[in-house]
């Protein structure tokens, strides 16, 4: 048995890094030299930490040569893999052919590149090549059409920004509009506990309907609320609202094209209270202020 004299001082140092070093390799060899330290034999040694007799002399020759510090060092440095080879391909079918489940994408590289790896490993793979497994998100149907976005980028150019540097300006009010429907029901969220809760829940056979208007500068919010239906009479009601607001600057509301919002009956109430509606093109919902509070009231009001 290979013969070693520890100082007090190395022997706590050992019994410390054991427990504190970061890293559970080089805590394994912290134990194994303070259990040598304590004058255990070999054989229990490897018995306790659960190494081979290899192992352990490597251990302790590491300590012969540099002491506590030559035990901190981590010279493996793993052998790279086959596949960072064929990333390329895998890529370019992935790009085309995303997978659904890990597995999928296992059996599909093996039979691309011949090259077998475990589920954990095929994990790994992806996210270092960038891919991760993300919730599928969709756009409008007509959205994506490229006459579409130039028209909604034109919109946001000649009119919207404008409109907005007025706003900062002080020349103009303007408020974006929108109606929100919260069903009477509980919003499930994650959060972190110890057991799963359970949340009492209403049926989810009513609504509470929000129409509301937010003020693009002050962030100001105006709103009209019911449970039955929002409707012309619904949007007339909230003109009102903002013509009571007393501003001495003219109005502007930025707003989608919801039929009961187009009607003859809310023009002609617009124009008698002498506030202007700017239509939103179709299918731009990123265009209206508006939605970004409903989309933080849903999270950070109504989930758990």
């Known amino acids: 048995m290979i013969q070693i004299e520890f100082s007090e001082e190395e022997i706590q140092q050992l019994n410390y890094e054991r427990y504190h070093h970061p890293h559970p390799r080089v805590q394994k ?25 290899t192992t352990l002399v ?50 599909k590289i093996e039979e691309l590149t011949g090259i077998k790896r475990n589920p954990t490993q095929i994990r ?24 579409k976005i130039e028209e909604q980028e034109n919109f946001r150019q000649q009119k919207l920004e404008p409109l907005l540097e007025e706003a900062k300006a002080g020349k103009k009010a303007v408020f974006f509009v929108d109606a929100a429907h919260f069903v009477h029901r509980a919003y499930l969220g994650f959060i972190w506990c110890f057991t799963r809760i ?38 007339c009601e909230l003109l009102v609202h903002l013509s009571e607001l ?16 187009k009607c003859r009956f809310v023009k002609d109430v617009a124009g008698f209270l002498g ?19 409903w989309r933080f009231v849903r999270h950070e009001c109504l989930y758990s």
Do not use: W
């Not at 034999?41 to 490897?46: F, V």
């Not at 209403?202 to 239906?229: C, D, H, M, Q």
């Not at 506030?275 to 509070?293: A, D, Q, V, W």
């Open 29 to 53: 060899k912290m134990e194994v030299l303070y259990l040598k330290s304590r004058r255990l034999s070999h054989q229990e040694i490897r018995r306790l930490c659960q190494i081979s007799k």
């Open 58 to 107: 490597s251990y302790v020759r590491q300590y012969q040569q540099g002491g506590i510090e030559q035990l901190k060092q981590l010279n493996y440095k793993g052998k790279p893999s086959q596949l960072n080879e064929q990333v390329k391909t895998i890529e370019v079918y992935f790009q085309e052919h995303p997978p659904r489940k890990v597995a999928e994408a296992q059996a």
């Open 124 to 147: 790994a793979f992806l996210y270092r090549i960038g891919m991760g497994c993300r919730k599928v998100g969709f756009v409008p149907g007509k959205g994506s059409d490229p006459d």
């Open 198 to 235: 359970f949340m009492r829940s209403p049926s989810g056979r009513k609504r509470f309907n929000v129409l509301g208007a937010i003020n693009a500068v002050t962030k100001e919010v105006v709103s009209v609320t019911n449970e039955t239906y929002i409707n012309a009479e619904t949007v």
């Open 246 to 261: 007393d501003l001495d600057i003219p109005i502007t509301l930025v707003l989608d094209n919801a039929r009961y919002q």
């Open 275 to 293: 506030i202007e509606l700017l239509y939103l093109p179709s299918y731009s919902p990123h265009l209206n202020l508006i939605e970004r509070l």
